[in-house]
């Protein structure tokens, strides 16, 4: 039996692997690509709306991505460069909607305050000077602070009214944040594709083995879950693009630029209210600072989402401890990852993270009762009858070996890539879904070096204007860009105002 041959495979139908399609078939409208994804339906794991947060990250709100060091200096650079990498998304996106690929832009992104919420004297004194120094840059230039109780009343009735206590208060907002649902947005994408001659989306498959061939081409088995029925696909170039997933393929494939990673699954939980009464007095994402020991990605946040057009309220995440590296995986997952490449690794990450491994644990015990005192931090008023637990999806953080060869964990994501550029993989799950088109444009950068310098650079920039420049320097291409996307999007530009109001003067 001949093989099928394409000329890309990709692993997954979550909004990365759509994101790559989207960009390679604009690039290159002949080229033949098959997506394959083991569910039966596209995006349903991590880039569905109810399994993340929907956050567009762009620093605005996120306390964790402006570090302050032991001196009391803030960090922005982070934020910075998440900030400009959420930029190239809402360009990509922006175009698509012009060029009729994606929908209005309602039925995937809405305008929602970015609002960053601290109490006590010292983490005042911390979002005062991150303010700043972020308002002072030009990607940060609508922020406003106030650390009067009401002006923040008027930003986030819910988290103030019935606040009790003189401990003073602050927060930062940004107007023009916004919601995403990430899986409206990848399950149009992939309409839009399935339109198209040359793609083709292969449901309720998974793939189970890769294997490169003499030449430069992979040989990628499928597998029917129904059936159990094999297939194989030559292919010239392999995206393994299935979040959780792809660390065991990645390991499978053999690169040599793959050794050595582990993965550390962490899965979530969000807390739902539904009651249209209590969405309506809320309309921000309201982030807070992680509590004490507690991982980066578990800081809480009060959330406005609109997911398959519905409003409602999610509070958490609460981080726990799992061994699936998917949602719908398996329990195995975790110890299936380890080899004699990673072993050591893991096991200092391991060792060495006992406090995260409790912390992990000791979420999961909690009550519903004791979720909803961790709400009231944030909405005083919660009553525990109107929140009810939903499951997040899982995140694979990445472990990987330092200069030393000692394992560390790390909290963001990483491309990896063959050297000849015939597979890459992304690690990892943040800043996440925002940033998918820089992710991908890196993989074009990192597999598709000729194409690119052979004519995709330039027309790149008519789906993404500001490509090959760099908008954290350069703010008048910000200035342009912005007005551009932020009116495309429909996520209206604050008027600047004097920003800094200061209750004590
Ligand atoms: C709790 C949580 C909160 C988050 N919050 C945010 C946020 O606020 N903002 C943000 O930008 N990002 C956020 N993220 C991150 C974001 O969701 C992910 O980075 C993004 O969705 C990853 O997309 P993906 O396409 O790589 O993976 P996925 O969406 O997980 O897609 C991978 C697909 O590959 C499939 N697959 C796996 N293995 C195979 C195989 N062997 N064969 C075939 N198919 C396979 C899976 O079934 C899946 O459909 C959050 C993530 C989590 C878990």
Excluded at 247 to 253: A, G, I, N, V, W
Excluded at 357 to 375: A, C, F, N, P, W
Excluded at 378 to 399: C, H, M, N, T
Aim: glycine content about 10%; some cysteine; hydrophobic content about 40%.
């Amino acid at each position: 039996m001949n093989a099928i041959k394409v000329d890309a495979l990709l692993v997954g139908s979550g909004v990365m692997s759509a994101t790559l399609a989207t960009l390679l078939k604009k690039l290159d409208s002949s080229m033949s690509i098959l997506m394959v994804e083991r569910l039966d339906q596209v995006a349903a794991e991590s880039s569905d709306g109810w399994n993340n947060a929907g956050t567009g990250h762009a620093g605005y709100c996120e306390l964790n991505y402006t570090p302050q060091g032991a001196d009391g200096d803030v960090a922005i650079e982070r934020a910075l460069a998440i900030n400009a990498n959420f930029e190239i998304s809402q360009q990509l996106w922006s175009s698509l909607i012009a060029s009729g690929d994606l929908p209005a832009p309602d039925q995937f992104i809405n305008a929602t305050p970015h609002i960053s919420f601290v109490w006590g004297e010292k983490n005042v004194e911390f979002l005062r000077k991150r303010y700043e120094k972020l308002s002072a840059h030009h990607l940060f230039g609508g922020m406003e602070y106030s650390e009067d109780p009401a002006v923040l009343e008027q930003w986030m009735p819910l988290v103030m009214n019935g606040r009790e206590g003189n401990e003073p208060v602050a927060a930062t907002r940004i107007e023009h944040g916004a919601d995403i649902d990430f899986g409206s947005l990848t399950r149009n994408l992939v309409g839009s594709l399935e339109k198209q001659s040359g793609f083709d989306l292969r449901l309720g498959h998974e793939v189970t083995a890769l294997k490169k061939n003499g030449g430069n081409n992979w040989h990628v088995t499928l597998k029917n879950r129904k059936t159990g029925k094999k297939e194989q696909i030559t292919a010239g170039f392999v995206f393994l693009g299935a979040g959780g997933g792809a660390l065991p393929l990645l390991q499978k494939s053999g690169i040599p630029e793959g050794k050595g990673y582990g993965g550390f699954p962490v899965s979530g939980q969000w807390l739902v209210c539904q009651d249209e009464k209590i969405v309506q007095q809320h309309h921000a994402k309201v982030y807070g600072k992680a509590a004490i020991g507690a991982p980066p990605m578990s800081v809480p946040h009060l959330d406005t989402r609109i997911i398959n057009g519905k409003p409602a309220l999610l509070f958490g995440p609460y981080a726990g401890f799992t061994t699936q590296f998917l949602k719908a995986g398996s329990k195995l997952d975790l110890i299936k990852s380890v080899s004699l490449n990673n072993l050591k690794p893991m096991v200092d990450v391991g060792l060495n993270n006992m406090d995260l491994t409790k912390y992990l644990i000791g979420e999961v015990m909690q009550s519903h009762q004791d979720r909803v005192e961790t709400l009231k931090q944030y909405f005083p008023d919660a009553k525990a009858e109107d929140w009810s637990l939903a499951q997040a999806g899982q995140r694979v953080q990445i472990i990987k070996k330092d200069a030393k060869g000692r394992g560390k964990l790390e909290f963001g994501t990483e491309l990896v890539a063959a050297e000849d550029g015939t597979l890459a993989a992304l690690l990892g799950a943040s800043p996440g879904a925002s940033v998918a088109a820089q992710a991908m444009i890196d993989v074009l950068e990192r597999c598709f070096r000729m194409r690119m310098d052979g004519g995709w650079k330039k027309q790149l920039k008519n789906l993404v204007p500001s490509y090959g420049q760099s908008l954290v320097e350069n703010a008048d291409l910000l200035k342009q860009v912005r007005n551009n996307t932020l009116s495309t999007l429909g996520l209206h530009e604050h008027e600047e105002t004097e920003g800094y109001q200061r209750s004590a003067g």
